[in-house]
């Protein structure tokens, strides 16, 4: 007898399941569109680029689960859900697909397959929905917030995945244990439910398979219209918002020109910054839907783990709820008023008129109310100032969220617009203004760091290959200038082509375009365009990686067009070119990643073969936290010039992290992560037991040796 088995045994009026899919999938297409027409509240955002790439990333990220393995247990615990709920899916597919044309094919070989894959992906999706169950009831891990919603997903999902296979049980009990149990065998989970209700009456086996089937119909089509309103509505949002990812490197942030704004603009009503949800483009608020409420990122921020008021997790999940309280009466309004209402592609700038008396009841960010009774805003002014830009959260998180525009842009409106910033912020950008860099009190001017050097400067007629961007930190802080001084050594050793500019360089706004404030990075961006113009500069040299960043990814918006090449990089192209001779022998070495350097812009190689030709066979050593996982020094967004209240300080929890791995030195390739790490050493390790230095200090002590 051909190994087949009869579809819809036992049960009358089969057919009529695919009524109720119908209505299954027409509740959640309600329940997406309802969601999409609040994007369509944001205003432009081209993500339909390049869709090859976007789609070939889709296909690594939901098929290879490619950034959700990078938590192993949870990742794989999802891999198995995934598939296990992707075949059960396929497999009802394929009967329906054998009903509906009266083809018989799920028969012979063909249908022992089908049993057997069936039953094993199902199963796996059992333990994966266990594996869930267990952190979020037995381990409780901390970054997993359960709510209500959580336990009803995942154990809906594991009914279903149960209920299939009690379902399959009683009609082999009833069928082929007995008469056919070769055939079934190969239904391993059904047969393990066959054989422990083997004892039942033919009655009773048909009764209960008949009342189980339906309940099971009932609620695999109830998960089904769920999707769209409940944790499992990432399936769709994360789907569409892993598509529509930001390409571009995530250090980069985004543009506008303040000044065609104004001159746009003469009555001075330009939107600087965002303060209103519709004012973000309707990514940002695809953005919102997509998360899960994983706390991934929450678990990876440096700010969050250093105690000060800040999760990622919290601030997209805040503004998500905002944007359902005040969403829907803002999108009314504006079609009560006749306006036009953009389109998913997106048209306008956002910022609904329509919309400011909703929002001002319930206002995007703000401080603590003082009176229980005012409105509380969806984000407290200090957690968007707990923010170090480090980009942790945005690697970390499976579906692409993109935290760090959407804090800047806030950051934005309160700099500009409310000129409402910390006192230590605001000397920052006054010195800027004023002076053209960040430091209040620097110990050097600068052209001081070179004055007994014989180094080309452009300004004096020089001319050459590379332009050496020396920053400001490493041109007017000590510890810096020691680094500056180095490299204008190695350079030298290997015969680079190089010049400066010396009291004609400007700070490239960085750390004012972090904090919010775009008016003065702009103003700096334009200036050292202009300078180097006027000098033909088309190759440039940084040793900071805040600058290699400001250069190399966004000065182009403004006509800047350089190749950039961190120190780092060009020194490992040095040595393999053979133009570098340097003694090895380095012992204990470690190395730390700059964020700037690393996650922003991918640079992890490179420092590496660099510290790998200095150190002795096994002296370098990794940190357990390094490469895209690396901890932050607490330096970013502003923070070499701000300060907060931390339980912990952050850069003391990566100096713990270098004792922990027992490496002597800790090798760095970023002016701001080595002011860090000597804060670090000073209070943690008075002993000096462990040293600090720049890849860039390690090279010229080789060439002294």
């Given at each position: 007898m051909e190994a087949t088995r009869q579809i819809y045994w036992n049960i009358a009026f089969g057919m009529a399941i695919y009524g109720l899919a119908a209505v299954a999938v027409g509740f959640a297409a309600r329940g997406v569109f309802r969601r999409?027409?609040?994007?369509?509240?944001?205003?432009?955002?081209?993500r339909t680029d390049r869709m090859g790439e976007r789609a070939r990333g889709l296909v690594a990220e939901i098929f290879g689960h490619r950034r959700l393995l990078r938590d192993p247990v949870p990742g794989v615990a999802h891999l198995f859900v995934f598939y296990g709920f992707l075949v059960e899916l396929i497999a009802t597919g394929m009967i329906a697909v054998q009903e509906w044309t009266g083809i018989h094919y799920l028969k012979g070989p063909l249908y022992l397959g089908y049993s057997l894959v069936s039953d094993v992906f199902g199963l796996l999706g059992l333990v994966g929905c266990g594996i869930f169950l267990w952190r979020r009831g037995v381990q409780k891990v901390p970054r997993l917030h359960t709510v209500t919603d959580d336990w009803i997903a995942i154990g809906l999902l594991a009914l279903v995945f149960a209920q299939g296979f009690v379902?399959?049980?009683?009609?082999?009990?009833?069928?082929?244990?007995?008469?056919?149990?070769?055939?079934?065998?190969?239904?391993?989970?059904?047969?393990?439910?066959?054989?422990?209700?083997?004892?039942?009456?033919?009655?009773?086996?048909?009764?209960?398979?008949?009342?189980?089937?339906?309940f099971h119909a009932f609620t695999a089509f109830g998960l089904l219209g769920y999707m769209a309103y409940g944790k499992f509505n990432h399936i769709w949002f994360g789907t569409a918002n892993i598509l529509l990812r930001n390409l571009e490197p995530s250090g980069k942030l985004g543009h506008f020109d303040i000044d065609k704004a104004l001159e746009s603009d003469p009555d001075g009503d330009v939107v600087l910054g965002t303060s209103q949800i519709e004012q973000y483009p309707w990514k940002s608020l695809l953005d919102l839907d997509a998360c899960m409420n994983c706390g991934r990122c929450e678990a990876v921020c440096p700010a969050s783990q250093s105690g000060v008021p800040l999760s990622p997790r919290k601030l997209i999940q805040d503004m998500k709820a905002h944007l359902t309280e005040v969403g829907p009466a803002s999108l009314l309004a504006r079609l009560a008023k006749g306006e036009t209402v953009a389109g998913v592609a997106g048209a306008g700038n956002g910022g609904a008129a329509g919309g400011d008396a909703v929002a001002a009841r319930s206002p995007l960010f703000?401080?603590?109310?003082?009176?229980?009774t005012d409105p509380r805003p969806a984000v407290l002014e200090v957690e968007l100032w707990g923010c170090r830009t480090c980009g942790a959260c945005t690697q970390e998180c499976p579906v692409f969220i993109e935290h760090i525009p959407k804090i800047v842009d806030m950051r934005r409106h309160l700099v500009m617009t409310e000129s409402k910033m910390s006192d230590a912020a605001q000397l920052m950008l006054k010195n800027m203004d004023d002076r053209m860099h960040p430091w209040a009190k620097a110990p050097h001017n600068r052209d001081e760091w070179y004055q007994d050097l014989d180094v080309k400067i452009l300004g004096d007629g020089a001319t050459a290959e590379y332009l050496y961007w020396v920053g400001c930190t490493g041109a007017m802080i000590d510890r810096n200038i020691q680094v500056t001084r180095a490299m204008v050594k190695v350079l030298k050793a290997a015969g680079v082509d190089f010049a400066i500019l010396g009291s004609e360089e400007v700070c490239t706004g960085d750390p004012a375009r972090r904090v919010g404030g775009e008016f003065t990075f702009q103003l700096c961006a334009k200036q050292n365009i202009e300078t180097l113009s006027n000098y033909g500069v088309k190759k440039i040299i940084t040793t900071c990686p805040h600058c290699f960043n400001s250069y190399k990814n966004e000065y182009p918006d403004f006509g800047g067009n350089y190749e950039v090449v961190h120190h780092t990089q060009l020194i490992e192209e040095l040595i393999r070119a053979g133009k570098l001779k340097l003694k090895s022998g380095l012992e204990s070495l470690t190395y730390h990643d700059p964020c700037y350097l690393g996650r922003h812009n991918g640079v992890y190689e490179a420092p590496r073969a660099v510290l790998d030709t200095l150190a002795a066979p096994g002296g370098r050593i990794e940190m357990e936290r390094s490469q895209s996982k690396s901890l932050c020094c607490g330096a970013g967004g502003g923070y070499a010039w701000m300060d907060d209240d931390p339980t912990t300080r952050i850069n003391h929890m990566r100096l713990a992290d270098v004792k922990e791995c027992g490496a002597k030195t800790a090798a760095v390739s970023c002016p701001f992560c080595m002011q860090m790490f000597d804060d670090a050493l000073k209070t943690l390790d008075p002993g000096k037991t462990i040293r600090a230095a720049d890849i860039a200090e390690l090279v010229a002590e080789a060439l002294e040796a």
């Amino acid at each position: 007898m051909e190994a087949t088995r009869q579809i819809y045994w036992n049960i009358a009026f089969g057919m009529a399941i695919y009524g109720l899919a119908a209505v299954a999938v027409g509740f959640a297409a309600r329940g997406v569109f309802r969601r999409v027409q609040l994007w369509k509240l944001g205003g432009a955002a081209l993500r339909t680029d390049r869709m090859g790439e976007r789609a070939r990333g889709l296909v690594a990220e939901i098929f290879g689960h490619r950034r959700l393995l990078r938590d192993p247990v949870p990742g794989v615990a999802h891999l198995f859900v995934f598939y296990g709920f992707l075949v059960e899916l396929i497999a009802t597919g394929m009967i329906a697909v054998q009903e509906w044309t009266g083809i018989h094919y799920l028969k012979g070989p063909l249908y022992l397959g089908y049993s057997l894959v069936s039953d094993v992906f199902g199963l796996l999706g059992l333990v994966g929905c266990g594996i869930f169950l267990w952190r979020r009831g037995v381990q409780k891990v901390p970054r997993l917030h359960t709510v209500t919603d959580d336990w009803i997903a995942i154990g809906l999902l594991a009914l279903v995945f149960a209920q299939g296979f009690v379902v399959e049980g009683f009609r082999i009990a009833a069928t082929e244990l007995r008469q056919n149990p070769g055939l079934a065998v190969w239904s391993p989970g059904g047969f393990l439910v066959a054989k422990a209700v083997s004892g039942l009456s033919e009655g009773a086996l048909h009764a209960v398979h008949r009342g189980v089937w339906w309940f099971h119909a009932f609620t695999a089509f109830g998960l089904l219209g769920y999707m769209a309103y409940g944790k499992f509505n990432h399936i769709w949002f994360g789907t569409a918002n892993i598509l529509l990812r930001n390409l571009e490197p995530s250090g980069k942030l985004g543009h506008f020109d303040i000044d065609k704004a104004l001159e746009s603009d003469p009555d001075g009503d330009v939107v600087l910054g965002t303060s209103q949800i519709e004012q973000y483009p309707w990514k940002s608020l695809l953005d919102l839907d997509a998360c899960m409420n994983c706390g991934r990122c929450e678990a990876v921020c440096p700010a969050s783990q250093s105690g000060v008021p800040l999760s990622p997790r919290k601030l997209i999940q805040d503004m998500k709820a905002h944007l359902t309280e005040v969403g829907p009466a803002s999108l009314l309004a504006r079609l009560a008023k006749g306006e036009t209402v953009a389109g998913v592609a997106g048209a306008g700038n956002g910022g609904a008129a329509g919309g400011d008396a909703v929002a001002a009841r319930s206002p995007l960010f703000g401080d603590a109310p003082e009176n229980a009774t005012d409105p509380r805003p969806a984000v407290l002014e200090v957690e968007l100032w707990g923010c170090r830009t480090c980009g942790a959260c945005t690697q970390e998180c499976p579906v692409f969220i993109e935290h760090i525009p959407k804090i800047v842009d806030m950051r934005r409106h309160l700099v500009m617009t409310e000129s409402k910033m910390s006192d230590a912020a605001q000397l920052m950008l006054k010195n800027m203004d004023d002076r053209m860099h960040p430091w209040a009190k620097a110990p050097h001017n600068r052209d001081e760091w070179y004055q007994d050097l014989d180094v080309k400067i452009l300004g004096d007629g020089a001319t050459a290959e590379y332009l050496y961007w020396v920053g400001c930190t490493g041109a007017m802080i000590d510890r810096n200038i020691q680094v500056t001084r180095a490299m204008v050594k190695v350079l030298k050793a290997a015969g680079v082509d190089f010049a400066i500019l010396g009291s004609e360089e400007v700070c490239t706004g960085d750390p004012a375009r972090r904090v919010g404030g775009e008016f003065t990075f702009q103003l700096c961006a334009k200036q050292n365009i202009e300078t180097l113009s006027n000098y033909g500069v088309k190759k440039i040299i940084t040793t900071c990686p805040h600058c290699f960043n400001s250069y190399k990814n966004e000065y182009p918006d403004f006509g800047g067009n350089y190749e950039v090449v961190h120190h780092t990089q060009l020194i490992e192209e040095l040595i393999r070119a053979g133009k570098l001779k340097l003694k090895s022998g380095l012992e204990s070495l470690t190395y730390h990643d700059p964020c700037y350097l690393g996650r922003h812009n991918g640079v992890y190689e490179a420092p590496r073969a660099v510290l790998d030709t200095l150190a002795a066979p096994g002296g370098r050593i990794e940190m357990e936290r390094s490469q895209s996982k690396s901890l932050c020094c607490g330096a970013g967004g502003g923070y070499a010039w701000m300060d907060d209240d931390p339980t912990t300080r952050i850069n003391h929890m990566r100096l713990a992290d270098v004792k922990e791995c027992g490496a002597k030195t800790a090798a760095v390739s970023c002016p701001f992560c080595m002011q860090m790490f000597d804060d670090a050493l000073k209070t943690l390790d008075p002993g000096k037991t462990i040293r600090a230095a720049d890849i860039a200090e390690l090279v010229a002590e080789a060439l002294e040796a």
